[in-house]
T-cell receptor, first 109, second 114 residues
Framework: GQNIDQPTEMTATEGAIVQINCTYQ??????LFWYQQHAGEAPTFLSY??LDGLEEKGRFSSFLSRSKGYSYLLLKELQMKDSASYLC??????????WGAGTKLIIKP | NAGVTQTPKFRVLKTGQSMTLLCAQD?????MYWYRQDPGMGLRLIHY???????AKGEVPDGYNVSRLKKQNFLLGLESAAPSQTSVYFC?????????????FGPGTRLTVL
């Protein structure tokens, strides 16, 4: 079956770095997405990886290893506004997104 | 440019009642999607559309119907609501289907079925 695994909750300190891991199993693979979702709001796009390696976008970076079925989202210089859920989603061979349940990130001062 | 909008934002139904959720996008996107989001679970695709006049079933289509009569609108209908359909419903749209085509989400509809 198709499956996405990511930690349920993580806690980090303002100004620090945090890495949110995601492992996936899909029928075929057409890319890995990360979205951010603040409580009570809609998901918003953060990053897309389809090739192995690291994609950097400001304070956020995303990594993909296709051979390991593994991705991570790296958040640097954490700010209080980064408190949110981070959703990992893999695109399968039918171009449908398979979503993880999300990782709730709590930032402490 | 409003992006993706959803109507209504909140709704409470009694079991057996029907309702329609409206989604509208002003980005001229071909693809539109309806998801539901439940606690502890990932977003699950209900139905989607690859263009005006077309619809297709997603992962959890039972109990729902959809229509895409105009390119900018995608309607989700519940014919006979059940408590299991209590959820947050998100509509999304994208320019394309494959590759680097992010989905843009509406603000969500919070539905409670008593």
């Amino acid at each position: 079956g198709q499956n996405i695994d990511q930690p349920t909750e993580m806690t980090a300190t303002e100004g620090a770095i945090v890495q949110i891991n995601c492992t996936y199993q899909t029928s075929g693979f057409n890319g890995l997405f990360w979205y951010q979702q603040h409580a009570g709001e809609a998901p918003t796009f953060l990053s897309y990886n389809v090739l192995d390696g690291l994609e950097e976008k400001g304070r956020f970076s995303s990594f993909l290893s296709r051979s390991k079925g593994y991705s991570y989202l790296l958040l640097k210089e954490l700010q209080m506004k980064d408190s949110a859920s981070y959703l990992c989603a893999a695109m399968d061979s039918n171009y449908q997104l398979i979503w993880g349940a999300g990782t709730k990130l709590i930032i402490k001062p | 440019n409003a992006g993706v909008t959803q109507t209504p934002k909140f709704r409470v139904l009694k079991t057996g009642q029907s309702m329609t959720l409206l989604c509208a996008q002003d980005m001229n996107h071909e693809y539109m999607y309806w998801y539901r989001q439940d606690p502890g679970m990932g977003l699950r695709l209900i139905h989607y559309s690859v263009g005006e006049g077309t619809t297709a079933k997603g992962e959890v289509p039972d109990g729902y119907n959809v229509s895409r009569l105009k390119k900018q609108n995608f309607l989700l209908g519940l014919e006979s609501a059940a408590p299991s359909q209590t959820s947050v419903y998100f509509c999304a749209s994208s320019e394309g289907l494959a590759g680097y085509n992010e989905q843009f989400f509406g603000p969500g509809t919070r539905l409670t079925v008593l």
